[in-house]
């Protein structure tokens, strides 16, 4: 039984650090990119991709939801 809970942990662990790390650098070219435009950008109204955004509408690739237009800050 302690075997499936280390095993369980270490699994979650694993996923919580590659989801942290594996996105840094294109959210901030995403940044960098937005900056450059200005016209309408969309996103996942349940932020499923952690602030990416997207120049035209479609639907977000991991929850199918139709994106939402943004207001530019």
Known sequence: ?????????F??????????TGCG????ETEEHDKSHEH???QCPMD????KTYEE???CPVC???LAEIEKS
Not at 1 to 9: G, P, Q, V
Not at 11 to 20: P, Q, T, Y
């Open 25 to 28: 650098n294109a959210q901030q």
């Open 40 to 42: 309408a950008h969309y």
């Open 64 to 66: 199918k939801m139709d």
């Open 48 to 51: 499923c991709e952690s602030g």
């Open 11 to 20: 699994a979650l662990l694993l996923a919580i650090g590659s989801l942290s």
């Open 1 to 9: 039984m302690k075997k499936l809970i280390y095993t369980a942990s």
């Open 57 to 59: 509408a479609g639907t």
